[in-house]
């Protein structure tokens, strides 16, 4: 891997506190006697991190009680699935704005070079039709009339899948990984600086009546920053499934509730029902993996398959980059230099072809990417859209100036009777990687899907409003079906983009990472396997890096963190610029030597609250 100065720089500084690292990595005990940690009060805008390092094993998650919860289970001797589960079960608590049991979640487990994938994404009701987005004029439904209610709440799955890989990957007992979200549920733990923050400015939230009691005072108001929230319902919750597992969410009591509330919405109710629940299965699916080059370095890049769009997108971007000179572009200093504010920058012409490759992955996507057990994959294999000879095709579509529509290709000589699915909000998730020190690895991004989900609080956790993930319309106008519409039993598409990354040559685990994000999840998570496999950047350092994307319309870039010279550039090109806020939530550990010692080095994202912890 190249080592930009920048990177060795960092190496030397993590080096210097490695032995105390070192010490801290003793022998660790086969029980987890878990213990409340001093809890931090990070911020919801951009906080810069100082990058991590460890020599056995790290964990990385979005909330500091997440990770740590995650740390001490791999220190009491607990598996790499031990620790996401442990962190899964406190961010249901601490980050309850982006994922709980009442999501879903989409889990990479390799064990050594072997990949598994775990689908535990939402399904929709049996009782769901392709016209449950269409209002009673037959017309698509105001985006957020969709979230907020019944409608849109789908079959969670994560606790369901979580439970399938703990029985396959699982050291510690199942019970023993619930502890400390139950101690913190029962004992409190205090409102961060981001969820204040997102609950200030939250509009529907305080509509729900068991929502309202949680998160807000007697007079409406947000509780403050600091103060001690505590939730003994979803601590019954948790002991419950602790006890008996998967059932005691989606069968029973609890399910029931889900149900009640669900179908008793006053405005918006939905469809789900009691046998929908219990009938849930999660799905374990081939990884899928690519090969990938850099110079002299073979890299397997391995992420999740359909229904997620992630791992397709990535490989695409990529790969038709790689027919471009975008692989002979380094980033450039600020203007003021090497230590200029704005950091490191990709230019305007590596931009600009990465802009370009991105509207044609996402016209892929659109046109072929669903639920593949009701959809086929072009060509008959999902491989087809990753064919070098397709995507070096696809690269001679790039020209010296911005397409104004990218039109879908045709992999593996496809047809196909469905159109494209018109471009529509996604939202929310949260992402964990970790490692442990038996060669496992896990990367696992979890969602329910908006900021808050449906805004429906159910016995101390919020349901998901995952149908929103959907195509509203089902069809064309001109009948035409759209691959990704609603469909009873089906699972949405998915931009989470879970991804581990192996050497080729040696089979060693090089990454585990992701990012939320919605759609932009995709360009968060290739901006930083660009960053450190291109570029030799450190994962923090190239969590740092601004960010950058396209749905298919207009770049998009992240607010105040480009020059003017490069946004004129790119304007000048006819791609259209638009500037806004991207609040990525990246984490990701990388294997690098320090000073010739093999590390793992961590790395959270600024503009969230996440750290890594490991020894």
Not at 213 to 227: E, I, L, Q, T
Not at 542 to 549: S, T, V
Request: hydrophobic residues 40%.
């Amino acid at each position: 891997m190249p080592r930009s100065p920048r990177h060795a720089r960092l190496a030397t500084t993590l080096a210097a506190g490695l032995s105390a690292l070192l010490l801290a990595a003793c022998s660790s005990p086969q029980r987890l006697d878990y213990r409340v940690p001093d809890q931090p009060e990070g911020a919801s805008g951009y906080s810069e991190k100082p990058g991590w390092a460890s020599e056995r094993f790290a964990v990385a998650a979005a909330n500091p009680l997440a990770t740590d919860a995650g740390y001490q289970v791999l220190r009491a001797g607990g598996s790499a699935l031990d620790a996401a589960i442990a962190v899964q079960m406190v961010l249901a608590l601490a980050e309850p704005q982006s994922s709980g049991i009442g999501g879903g979640a989409f889990l990479l487990h390799a064990a050594g070079p072997k990949v598994q994938a775990y689908d535990g994404r939402e399904t929709a009701p049996a009782a769901a039709t392709e016209r449950l987005f269409l209002d009673t004029a037959g017309q698509p439904m105001p985006f957020r009339d969709a979230v907020v209610g019944g409608r849109a709440v789908g079959v969670p799955g994560a606790v369901r899948m979580l439970e399938q890989a703990h029985k396959a990957h699982g050291k510690l007992a199942w019970a023993t990984l619930f502890e400390p979200a139950i101690h913190l549920a029962e004992h409190g733990f205090k409102v961060s600086a981001r969820l204040h923050a997102l609950l200030s400015n939250e509009k529907h939230l305080a509509g729900d009546p068991a929502a309202r009691a949680y998160f807000y005072d007697a007079a409406g108001a947000p509780w403050p920053v600091g103060h001690t929230l505590k939730n003994p319902e979803l601590a019954g919750v948790l002991r419950a499934i602790a006890r008996n597992g998967s059932k005691a969410l989606l069968e029973g009591d609890v399910a029931q509730a889900i149900v009640d509330k669900v179908s008793a919405h006053p405005t918006n109710p939905g469809v789900l029902s009691l046998d929908d629940l219990a009938r849930y299965q999660p799905r374990q699916r081939e990884a899928l993996c690519t090969d990938y080059q850099i110079g002299a370095q073979g890299l397997r890049l391995c992420g999740f398959p359909p229904p997620g769009s992630g791992a397709i997108a990535i490989a695409q971007i990529l790969g038709i980059l790689r027919n471009t000179d975008a692989t002979a572009m380094a980033l450039q200093d600020g203007p003021q230099g090497p230590e200029d504010p704005l950091g490191p920058l990709p230019t305007a012409d590596w931009l600009y072809l990465y802009g370009e490759a991105s509207r044609l992955a996402f016209a892929d996507r659109a046109q072929y990417v669903a639920d593949p057990d009701f959809v086929g994959p072009p060509g008959g294999s999902w491989m087809s859209l990753l064919e070098p000879a397709y995507l070096a095709e696809r690269a001679k579509l790039i020209g010296p100036r911005g397409m104004p529509a990218a039109q879908p290709g045709t992999p593996g000589g496809a047809r196909t009777a469905y159109a494209p699915m018109p471009q529509q909000p996604e939202y929310g998730t949260s992402h964990i990687s970790v490692v442990d020190g038996r060669g496992n690895a896990v990367a696992m991004t979890t969602t329910i899907e908006d900021q808050f989900g449906a805004r429906q609080m159910v016995k101390g956790f919020l349901l998901n409003n995952q149908l929103t993930d959907f195509s509203f319309a089902p069809r064309d106008a001109s009948g035409r079906p759209i691959a990704n519409r609603v469909e009873p039993g089906k699972r949405p598409r998915s931009s989470m983009s879970p991804t581990l990354v192996f050497d080729k040559a040696t089979g060693q685990l090089l990454m585990s990472g992701g990012s939320p994000g919605g759609a932009l999840i995709i360009h968060y998570t290739a901006k930083t396997l660009y960053g450190v496999f291109h570029w030799g950047l450190t994962p923090q350092q190239a969590i740092n890096l601004p960010n950058f994307g396209t749905v298919g319309g207009p770049t998009l870039l992240e607010d105040k963190r480009f020059t003017s010279t490069t946004i004129e550039s790119l304007r000048a090109r006819g791609t259209g610029v638009r500037e806004m806020e991207m609040p990525s939530g990246l984490q990701a550990i990388t294997r690098a030597d320090v000073h010739g010692k093999p590390m793992w080095l961590g790395g959270a994202d600024p503009r969230r609250e996440g750290v890594v912890m490991g020894d």
